[in-house]
């Protein structure tokens, strides 16, 4: 029962992206420590020479050296969508068995426990529910007028109400008939990344990190931020979250906005996320003016705040972010690494939960 509207929403981008390089862009060279070697391919042992030529060879891992981190970001991609197939083939059929079982303790079909559950009760889309959709789906309607598309954008917000009812209906079905899915999470490569000494909330002795090089202009890292909150409360004393700084090259307000709460970091750690916590909440508001009045929420002792935002140190510690990150393969925000496991963009709280759980279940 997946809503159309929910499908379309889907398929928005979850990161924003800097452009592809061209000819006469600056390419960051990677840095930092060396990643782990990437799978060779079936049947090719990495000291396997794949050319020669009179008077040299060349080997699998020379030839793939410069570009590891890329190899393990698509096995880790490749590993991540074979398991997400797997689950959702799982998930397919205990929810058909389980729903035949309750449909034959009730002494009716399928389809009418079906219509029962989930049909019956949704309600009708109201006008706001509809308006809303409606903005959404601008792009996909070209322009034209909300009465002119009024059947689908209905017919979108019904879907999306089912989905949801149907969501919750399967997870108390499943609760009631005990459903224990036990399909491994696959054992992802893992980028070695450096906290560096940036911003973290969380204890240090936590058996999972996340690091995050995100910027504050960018909204998918607003939304992202949210996640994020809900993973530190629900895995309180378990989980570390360290934030690095990458501002995009088409976000003017980026950079600014990193070094007023780096200089709210050199006085105090609350300062800091207090500026974080403000500039996530609102990416539009990122003025002179807006960054002004963070600060003064946050506290800071205004001249030495000021001082500090002029020192060209800092911009260049947030470079340091930006280089760091370009290093391990990241190219747009949010990125996150789960010790050293590569999440892209602003991912469903689910993602990121079977990854974390997976690591606590290793150090038992």
């Known amino acids: 029962m997946r809503s159309t509207l929910a499908t379309v929403l889907l398929l928005a981008l979850v990161a924003c992206q800097e452009k592809p390089a061209t000819a006469g862009s600056t390419q960051v060279a990677p840095s930092g420590p060396a990643p782990a070697a990437a799978t060779a391919p079936a049947g090719t042992a990495a000291a396997e020479v794949v050319a020669s030529w009179t008077g040299g060879s060349l080997s699998y891992a020379d030839a793939s050296k410069d570009i590891s981190i890329s190899l393990l970001q698509m096995q880790g991609e490749y590993l991540s969508n074979r398991y997400d197939a797997e689950m959702n083939a799982v998930d397919e059929k205990v929810n058909k068995s389980v729903a035949e079982l309750e449909a034959k303790k009730r002494n009716i079909t ?51 109400k089912q989905g ?44 999972v990190t996340i690091i995050q090089f995100a910027e504050f202009q960018c909204p998918y890292c607003g939304a992202a931020n949210q996640t994020v909150q809900k993973l530190l409360k629900d895995y309180d004393g378990k989980v570390r979250f360290v934030f690095r700084d ?79 990150g370009a290093a391990v393969g990241v190219t747009g925000t949010p990125a996150f690494f789960i010790n050293g496991i590569f ?14 759980d997976a690591e606590l279940a290793k150090k038992g």
């Open 343 to 356: 999440l892209n963009g602003a991912q469903p709280y689910e993602k990121f939960k079977m990854i974390i």
């Open 164 to 207: 949801e009812r149907y969501a919750i209906f399967m997870e108390d079905l499943r609760k009631s008939y005990g459903v224990n899915v036990t399909l491994p999470f696959p054992d992802m490569p893992r980028i070695p990344v450096s906290t560096d000494d940036d911003p973290s909330e969380g204890s240090a002795d936590a058996p």
């Open 246 to 324: 990458f501002p995009l090259g088409f976000h003017e307000n980026a950079i600014p906005a990193a070094v007023a709460a780096n200089c709210g970091n050199q006085q105090s750690i609350d300062k800091y996320w207090k500026f974080h916590d403000s500039f996530m909440a609102n990416q539009k508001a990122l003025t002179e003016a807006d960054i002004q009045k963070a600060a003064q929420e946050a506290g800071v002792d205004t001249a030495k705040w000021e001082a500090c935002r002029k020192d060209p140190a800092v911009e260049a510690e947030v470079r340091k972010d930006q280089d760091d």
């Open 110 to 160: 399928l389809e009418e426990l079906m219509k029962k559950e989930i049909e019956e009760k949704v309600s009708a889309p109201t006008e706001p529910e509809i308006q809303d959709a409606y903005n959404q789906l601008q792009r996909k309607f070209r322009g034209r007028p909300l009465e002119e598309v009024r059947p689908d954008v209905e017919r979108a917000v019904t879907q999306k």
